[in-house]
């Protein structure tokens, strides 16, 4: 029995021991723990938001970049095609000054050419008339005069 008393006795004593450090632990969860905890799970959340902002900082930059390099072929291929009209429209346009220099160039041809058959006609004529003349002068020279002649 004694050793129960003196058990009961060291119990007696060890409950202010105990209840102390109840309260201590108590305290530790409330004013270090929780507040310890909250603030490790703050920053773990914005560590988390900002590593999926970046990612999403970054996704948007790559989209950026290809929509950018989307534009910049389209622009190219639009500079190409304004290019190709325009050496297409100069093209028309150097054909149609040749054709009209050509059609130009014909007609003087061929008013020349009637110029100078109408050159050639008179010619014709005036050798025509004059080959008559010709032939009266040479039969005159030829042929002796009639004696009561006419003339």
């Known amino acids: 029995m004694q050793i129960v008393e003196q058990v009961g006795a060291l119990l007696v004593g060890a409950i202010p021991t105990a209840a102390l450090f109840i309260l201590l632990v108590l305290a530790y969860q409330f004013l270090i723990q929780s507040p310890l905890t909250a603030t490790l799970k703050k920053r773990r959340a914005l560590t988390l938001g ?24 389209q622009a190219r291929a639009e500079v190409y095609k304004l290019r190709e009209e ?6 028309q346009e150097r054909d149609a000054a040749l054709d009209t220099a050509r059609k130009a160039a014909g007609q003087r041809v061929n008013q020349a050419a009637a110029q100078v ?32 002649g006419s003339r």
């Open 117 to 148: 058959e109408a050159e050639a006609a008179q010619a014709r004529q005036a050798i025509q008339a004059s080959a008559a003349e010709l032939a009266q002068q040479a039969l005159r020279a030829v042929l002796p005069a009639p004696a009561g």
């Open 86 to 91: 325009r050496l297409k429209q100069w093209s």
């Open 50 to 73: 900002a590593m999926e902002d970046a990612r999403k900082a970054i996704e948007q930059a790559e989209n950026r970049t290809a929509e950018y390099a989307a534009r910049l072929r």
